[in-house]
C-alpha cells in the first residue's frame, strides 16, 4: 500500500501484529488445538475408509481428471468434504505452528518441534495423494494412517513440553530448555513406563494389517492383503493381551512402591480407554466388523495413542508453567487435566 494512502489507522494495525507476541500460556492452547486437530483428521480420514468413499475422487488434488471438484455424488461429496475439512484444518495449523516463532521468549526445544509438524504435515497430505494414485493399495494406506499418528505424537509432545516452565533466558533473550527432568517413579518403574508406547506402536500396526486384510479397504475395488482375517485379528489381539499384561504390571508396580497420585491417575485413565477399546475390538470381530464400530475403534486408537504417550512423558517432571495470578490461578501442566478440561 503506497505510504500517501496509508490511513493512520491501517498503520496501528500493521504495527500492532507486527509486535504480536504469544505468551507461554497462549502457546500451550495453541499446542492443544494442534492435538485436537491431528486427532480430528484420523477420525474423518477414518469415515472416508468406512463409508467406502476412498476413491469417491480418483484424482488429487482435483476430485477427477475432468472435476475440480466433486460431482454431486454421495461418495464423490464425503472424499471431496473430507479434504475440504481436513485442507481447512492443515492449514490452520500450518499457520498455526510458526507462531513458535512469536512466542516470548523463544525456546529452541518447542521451535524444533512445532517445525517438525510444520514439514509433516504437507508430506501427510502428499501422502494422501498417494494413497488415492495408488488405488488405495493397502501399503499406502497403512503408511498414511501410522505417519498421522507420529504427526499426533509430535503434537503430544509439543503440547507436553510446553506445559513446563522456561530455562534461563541466554543472551539473546531466548529461554534455554527446561531444567533437567526429574524421574516421579523408580528407574525399573521408567524403563517399563517408557515401554508402553513402543507396545501400542506393535498392536496399533498390527490392526493396520487386520484393517489391509478386513472388509473395509475405503472402495469395492480396493486391493486386500491375501491373509486370514482370523489369523491376523488373533495375532493382533494378542499383541492387545501383551500390551494390557505390560500396562497391568508397570501400574501394579508403581501402586505398591507409592508412586505420586497424578501418574496412578493417568495410569488409571490409560487402563479405561484400553479396556475401553479391547471391549470394541472383541465386540466389532464377533459383529462381522460393522463401519460404525470400526469408526469407534480408531478415534479409541488415536485416544489410546495420545494417552500411553502422556502417560510415558509424565513419568519424570520439571518446574511447571504457572498462570499469572491475575490470568488463572492453578497450574496447567497436567496434560490429562487439560486434555480433559481445557481452560
Ligand atoms: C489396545 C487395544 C487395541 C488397539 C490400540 C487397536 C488398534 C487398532 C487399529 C489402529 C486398527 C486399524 C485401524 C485402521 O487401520 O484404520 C485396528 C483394527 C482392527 N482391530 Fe484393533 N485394537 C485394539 C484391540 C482389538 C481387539 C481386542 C480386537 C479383537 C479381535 C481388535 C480387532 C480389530 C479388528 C477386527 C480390526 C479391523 C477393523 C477393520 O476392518 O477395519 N482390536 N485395531
Known amino acids: 500500500?503506497?505510504?500517501?494512502?496509508?490511513?493512520?489507522?491501517?498503520?496501528?494495525?500493521?504495527?500492532?501484529?507486527?509486535?504480536?507476541?504469544?505468551?507461554?500460556?497462549?502457546?500451550?492452547?495453541?499446542?492443544?488445538?494442534?492435538?485436537?486437530?491431528?486427532?480430528?483428521?484420523?477420525?474423518?480420514?477414518?469415515?472416508?475408509?468406512?463409508?467406502?468413499?476412498?476413491?469417491?475422487?480418483?484424482?488429487?488434488?482435483?476430485?477427477?481428471?475432468?472435476?475440480?471438484?466433486?460431482?454431486?455424488?454421495?461418495?464423490?461429496?464425503?472424499?471431496?468434504?473430507?479434504?475440504?475439512?481436513?485442507?481447512?484444518?492443515?492449514?490452520?495449523?500450518?499457520?498455526?505452528?510458526?507462531?513458535?516463532?512469536l512466542r516470548r521468549p523463544r525456546r529452541s526445544d518447542l521451535t524444533w518441534l512445532s517445525w517438525g509438524l510444520f514439514a509433516g504435515l504437507p508430506a501427510e497430505?502428499?501422502?494422501?495423494?498417494?494413497?488415492?494414485?495408488?488405488?488405495l493399495d493397502p501399503p499406502y494406506v497403512m503408511a498414511h494412517f501410522l505417519f498421522s499418528l507420529v504427526l499426533l505424537a509430535l503434537g503430544v509432545a509439543l503440547y507436553h513440553r510446553s506445559g513446563f516452565e522456561d530455562g534461563p533466558l541466554d543472551g539473546r533473550g531466548r529461554a534455554r530448555r527446561p531444567g533437567t527432568p526429574s524421574p516421579l517413579v523408580s528407574r525399573a518403574q521408567l524403563i517399563l513406563g517408557r515401554l508402553l508406547p513402543p507396545a501400542a506402536g506393535v498392536v496399533i500396526f498390527l490392526g493396520t494389517i487386520v484393517t489391509s486384510t478386513g472388509p473395509h479397504?475405503?472402495?469395492?475395488?480396493?486391493?486386500?492383503?491375501?491373509?486370514?482375517?482370523?489369523?491376523?485379528?488373533?495375532l493382533h489381539s494378542s499383541a492387545v493381551w501383551g500390551f494390557l499384561g505390560l500396562s497391568v504390571f508397570t501400574l501394579w508396580r508403581m501402586y505398591r512402591s507409592g508412586a505420586p497420585a497424578e501418574v496412578m491417575r493417568r495410569g488409571e485413565t490409560l487402563m479405561v480407554v484400553l479396556v475401553c477399546q479391547g471391549a470394541v475390538g472383541y465386540l466389532q470381530y464377533f459383529s462381522g466388523v460393522p463401519a460404525w464400530l470400526v469408526e469407534i475403534h480408531v478415534t479409541l486408537a488415536a485416544t489410546l495413542w495420545v494417552f500411553v504417550l502422556l502417560f510415558a512423558l509424565g513419568l519424570t517432571t520439571r518446574p511447571v508453567l504457572v498462570a499469572p495470578a491475575n490470568v488463572a490461578s492453578r497450574p496447567v501442566a497436567d496434560p490429562v487435566d487439560t486434555l480433559l478440561a481445557p481452560a
Open 125 to 135: 497430505i502428499v501422502l494422501g495423494g498417494e494413497v488415492v494414485r495408488h488405488n
Open 217 to 234: 479397504g475405503g472402495a469395492p475395488t480396493a486391493p486386500r492383503f491375501h491373509l486370514s482375517l482370523h489369523d491376523v485379528a488373533k
Open 1 to 101: 500500500m503506497p505510504a500517501a494512502s496509508r490511513t493512520p489507522s491501517d498503520d496501528n494495525w500493521v504495527r500492532r501484529l507486527a509486535a504480536y507476541r504469544l505468551s507461554p500460556l497462549a502457546f500451550r492452547r495453541v499446542s492443544l488445538f494442534a492435538v485436537w486437530s491431528l486427532g480430528f483428521i484420523i477420525v474423518t480420514g477414518a469415515a472416508v475408509r468406512l463409508t467406502g468413499s476412498g476413491l469417491g475422487c480418483t484424482d488429487w488434488p482435483a476430485c477427477t481428471h475432468n472435476d475440480l471438484v466433486s460431482p454431486w455424488q454421495y461418495h464423490a461429496l464425503v472424499e471431496f468434504g473430507n479434504r475440504i475439512v481436513t485442507g481447512v484444518v492443515s492449514v490452520v495449523l500450518l499457520a498455526a505452528v510458526p507462531l513458535s516463532a
